[in-house]
């Protein structure tokens, strides 16, 4: 079996997993995990940088030889370089307050007829808004999102890897490459976006290994990832965030699409991703930190022991994107006590964010005509197996819950494809993951048990 690393980094920790492939077989072990923990200095929250590098490093060594390494990671931050290629301070944290009051002159209807993004005020079209005329935008000479930040820092190389530069707001959705319009309108200097590349394209050498542009886009990977059989199923990448939607061959657009606040991000393949962000475990994540880490499995059965859906949040609500005083938040929101237990506040997060899976998933279903037969839900969220329950019931639908490690996965088997090792299209890639990893399934209730619609 031939070995890959995919160094996969997420909101609160990164990781580097070695994957062994061949056509049929895919094995994967964890050889390093490091914390992400952002850092707030100056009233600013950036992220350590350098800290998580240090970490892919010491990973990247732990792994051993490899035949190449890919890199996925959140999307929207980004990095500024100065002439010489150094970087012009940490890249700024998108929960940081800087965008809140940000207003394009572009308006959204234009805005979502170019891109197709949703309006989300930390995407970094309102990030780079935000820090024009500042001295590190004025003397910038390259914008490297996260991946392709540290890619450059392994091999010297610059570009935008596709699937993360559709999450930008810069990148035109019909041709793929970044908008000359939108970047007129907003006074950028257009070499400040560097050349855009596929996912699967070789970006160059690390000590000798070859580095592998992925889908680069945590969540592009994580949907290569997901063992579905056939078009007709929608998947939940959930962790921090639940990315629910579909898999498409063209973008939704259009005036319902945007009202409700739906996304067309790009995937592997030229696939579309059609999604909307919900706000998933954060808010449990948050909880539970303040609750000093309270064991997840047991908090969890206290939590199913619960009256079900009996208060609900809308998740979506701004109110809940900042860190701190969490349950707090939700109590109010929910009209429960102050003094409210965790294991309601827990019920309270997780039926909430059930429905909140269902009424994306009806309502992508409805936009783009695609009927969907199963639920795949990938990522941490996964292993809930409350939520997982909870959401099949609030569906009507089967969830399918698995791999965890998807998004690694996704990244692994796109590299292995690049070399050669395995060969054919998503659902060949698909077809290795129903073969060797585990999924488990969970059947809705009867029509009479479901939750009505709040």
């Known amino acids: ?29 964890e050889t390093h995990r490091f914390a992400n ?7 600013t929250l950036h992220w350590d940088i350098l800290g998580l590098y240090r970490g892919v490093l010491e990973g990247l060594n732990k792994a051993g030889p490899v035949e190449s390494i890919g890199i996925d990671s959140w999307a929207v931050d980004y990095g500024l370089l100065d002439v010489s ?39 970094t079209i309102y990030q780079l808004a935000a820090a024009q005329g500042t001295p590190q935008f004025e003397v910038a000479q390259q914008m490297l999102l996260i991946p392709d930040l540290l890619a450059y820092w392994l091999t010297g190389e610059i570009g935008a890897e596709y699937t993360n530069a559709s999450t930008t707001g810069l990148l035109d959705v019909h041709t793929r490459d970044w908008s000359a319009p939108l970047i007129a309108e907003l006074g950028l200097r257009p070499s ?41 199923f929608a998947y939940i990448s959930c962790g921090t965030w639940s990315l629910v939607g579909l898999e498409l061959p063209a973008p939704v657009l259009g005036a319902q699409s945007r009202a409700a606040n739906f996304t067309n991000e790009g995937g592997v393949d ?43 949040v809308d998740l979506d609500d701004p109110l809940f994107l900042p860190p701190g005083d969490m349950a707090q938040r939700v109590a109010k929101a929910a009209g429960l006590p102050a003094d409210a237990s965790p294991a309601k506040l827990t019920r309270c997060i997780v039926d909430s964010l059930a429905l909140a899976h269902r009424t994306a998933i009806e309502q992508a279903q409805e936009l783009s005509g695609r009927h ?47 070399a050669g090792v395995i060969r054919g299209d998503l659902a060949a890639l698909r077809t290795v993951l129903r073969d060797t990893r585990r999924v488990v399934r969970y059947a809705p209730t009867s029509p009479s048990d479901r939750p009505a619609h709040p």
């Open 1 to 29: 079996m031939r070995s890959f690393a995919a160094v996969d980094l997420g909101a609160s920790s990164g990781r580097v997993i070695v994957g062994r492939l061949d056509q049929d077989r895919v094995q994967i072990e």
């Open 372 to 418: 969907v037969d199963a639920v795949h839900i990938v990522g941490g969220g996964a292993r809930n197996e409350l939520l997982c329950q909870l959401t099949a019931d609030a569906c009507g639908l089967p969830v399918l819950a698995g791999p965890v490690e998807a998004t690694a996965l996704g990244n692994l088997l796109v590299q292995a494809r690049a």
């Open 85 to 123: 290629g150094a970087l012009l301070g940490n890249p700024v944290h998108y929960r940081d307050s800087r965008t809140d009051n940000v207003r394009l002159t572009i308006a959204d209807e234009k805005l979502y007829e170019i891109t197709g993004l949703q309006r989300l005020p930390f995407n």
């Open 192 to 232: 400040l976006l560097p050349p855009i590349r596929p996912p699967g394209s070789v970006i160059g050498d690390f000590r000798g290994t070859r580095v592998v542009a992925v889908g680069s886009h945590d969540t592009a990977s994580a949907v290569v990832g997901v063992p579905a059989e056939g078009d007709h």
């Open 37 to 43: 923990e952002p850092v707030r200095a100056g009233g």
């Open 270 to 312: 030229g696939t579309i991703r059609y999604l909307r962000n919900v706000m998933g475990l954060w808010p449990l994540q948050e909880c539970m930190r303040e609750w000093g880490a309270p064991d997840i499995a047991e908090l969890l059965r206290r939590a199913a022991g619960e009256k079900p859906f009996a208060a609900v």
